[in-house]
């Protein structure tokens, strides 16, 4: 049942993916316009910000939603904050180490060469960025209403995963909830690829 309800996450993962990339598309806009009007050699803090929310924040909603699925409306209080801030730490830093090293390169092309990481991962990196935070979002409502002295279990779907840390999270047993399993999380998921999920458990 919770396998299902999580391919029922399908249109909330569409609706953060298309946000996700309207803040990219305003973000590259932003770092162009800042190139032009430099008029010193151009450093990546002329660029991009160090640190940002503006991606974690273009999902948040999405986020207590898919969060709202898993505990099904009965933690109204859910913080979607930690999830968000995850999303715009991964997001943010990963683009500002690579424009970072282009602007280093001293490449004659920056504009160009900007535009096609933004184009990359507008392309093939934000569907799986917004796949993996709404389904962490999923299981961490769904662990806020575990009963009390109930374990719970790290479960792959169809008894299989291609991620390998997932087979020792499985082998773990049951834990108590907000246990950290082997592969350093509380839940899923672990990469792209993972499809797990994290169940109350009847050992």
């Not at 309800?5 to 598309?25: C, G, H, N």
């Not at 991009?48 to 999405?62: E, N, Y």
């Not at 535009?115 to 662990?143: H, I, P, S």
Request: hydrophobic share 45%.
């Amino acid at each position: 049942a919770m396998f299902a309800a999580v391919d029922d996450l399908d249109p909330i993962k569409a609706a953060a993916t298309s946000a996700l990339k309207r803040v990219l598309a305003d973000q590259l806009n932003e770092v162009l316009d800042a190139r032009r009007r430099v008029d010193h050699p151009v450093s990546i803090d002329d660029l991009l910000p160090s640190q940002t929310t503006v991606f974690g924040d273009a999902i948040a909603t999405m986020i207590a939603e898919a969060a709202q699925r898993g505990h099904r409306g009965l933690v109204p209080d859910w913080d979607p904050t930690p999830v968000a801030a995850a999303v715009s730490a991964e997001v943010g830093q990963a683009l500002r180490r690579r424009v970072a090293r282009l602007v280093e390169s001293g490449t004659d092309d920056l504009d160009v060469r900007v535009r096609a990481v933004y184009r990359e991962w507008r392309r093939e990196r934000v569907e799986e960025v917004a796949r993996q935070a709404t389904t962490a979002a999923f299981n961490l409502g769904a662990l806020a209403i575990v009963p009390d002295g109930t374990s719970v279990a790290w479960t792959m779907r169809d008894g299989d995963c291609p991620v390998e840390e997932c087979a020792a999270n499985t082998n773990a047993g049951p834990v108590a909830p907000g246990s950290v399993f082997p592969s350093g999380h509380v839940v899923p998921p672990v990469s792209a690829g993972c499809r797990c999920l994290v169940v109350p458990s009847d050992r």
